[in-house]
């Protein structure tokens, strides 16, 4: 559905966006995340022909470029503030992209916007802008949806109902790219991960592998608690404690139970130990630092 490779965005001549390849199946959802200032506002927009950019985007295999938007007819977006006209009514808004009432009611019903449509969007609230701008990105079916902090200012109900929206057009084949600092939100809705940082691509995997890959630590307990220790840092196996449990990284895990057995220590206790994707994030964020600074 979407393609992008190779895409370098500068803006003033310096580069946010470097060297960014990725595609997007129909019918996946992928989380965009990266800390503050990562680009990844930049990226969306580029993907929307809004910056000047090198590299190839594609969309339902028709190219996007600065001039050429022609790509971009099918595809919906919410970015940064919404679109709205103030003075004209919530519902006069939605008309002016769509002409089918029931793709406009369906909308109106799943966010709740019943009550207010008829009333002109200058006197919304936060969140009731940001409804109406996501009904907007919604309109028409479109076959990519790209969406930049959606849940910004929405209270519980509404989120629930942009998840079902979410989950709904995907299932019928639509594409999103969704940013979003609330990554537990972004966690119930996403298929894939990009994470980006100083406009460099990072990770970008199956959530399932992901979180395979990222999520868990192990931790222990032996019959030899001191001998472990001793083992451990000869080896140089990076671990920390907290009272009788050891708690080492996925990947050491095998090396490990080789090198208790030939001491003849047992293991009392072996569990993963379950690490939220905030936790996660961070951590990776921290070993790209670390590495950033060895070299
Ligand atoms: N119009 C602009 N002029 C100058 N610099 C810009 C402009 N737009 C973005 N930048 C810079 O590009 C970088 C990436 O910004 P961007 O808004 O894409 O980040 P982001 O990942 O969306 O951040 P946030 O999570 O804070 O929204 C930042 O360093 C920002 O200062």
Redesign the pocket.
């Known amino acids: 559905m979407l393609t992008v490779q190779h895409v370098e965005t500068y803006?003033?001549r310096?580069p946010?966006?470097k060297d960014i390849t990725f595609t997007i199946a129909p019918g996946s959802i992928v989380g965009l995340i990266?800390?503050?200032?990562?680009?990844?506002?930049?990226?969306?927009?580029t993907i929307l022909g809004l910056t000047k950019f090198s590299g190839t985007i594609q969309i339902a295999q028709v190219s996007v470029t600065e001039t050429d938007h022609r790509a971009l007819r099918r595809v919906g977006a919410l970015i940064e503030h919404p679109a709205i006209y103030p003075f004209l009514t919530g519902l006069q808004n939605l008309e002016l992209y769509s002409q089918s009432p029931t793709d406009r009611q369906q909308l109106i019903t799943t966010l709740e916007m019943d009550g207010y449509i008829q009333q002109k969007a200058k006197g919304y609230s936060l969140g009731m802008k940001q409804k109406l701008g996501i009904a907007i990105a919604f309109l028409n079916h479109p076959q990519l949806i790209i969406l930049?902090?959606p849940m910004n200012g929405l209270d519980v109900e509404a989120t629930i109902g942009v998840r079902q929206l979410i989950h709904q057009y995907a299932a019928q084949g639509t594409a999103f790219l969704i940013?979003s600092?609330i990554l537990s939100e972004l966690q119930r809705v996403m298929t894939q991960v990009i994470l980006?940082n100083h406009?460099q691509l990072i990770v970008n995997q199956p959530l399932d592998q992901f979180n395979q890959l990222h999520h868990q630590n192990y931790q222990f307990r032996t019959t030899a608690p001191q001998q472990t220790r001793q083992l451990l840092e000869a080896q140089r196996i990076s671990f920390t404690t907290h009272q009788s449990y050891f708690s080492v990284r996925r990947e050491t895990i095998f090396a490990l139970q080789d090198l208790l057995a030939t001491h003849h220590i047992y293991l009392e206790e072996l569990a993963p130990v379950e690490r939220n994707l905030e936790q996660t994030v961070v951590a990776i964020l921290a070993q790209q630092r670390e590495a950033a600074h060895e070299n």
């Open positions: 803006i003033r310096k946010i966006v990266g800390p503050n200032g990562a680009g990844k506002t930049t990226l969306m927009k930049d902090e940013s600092h980006i406009g």
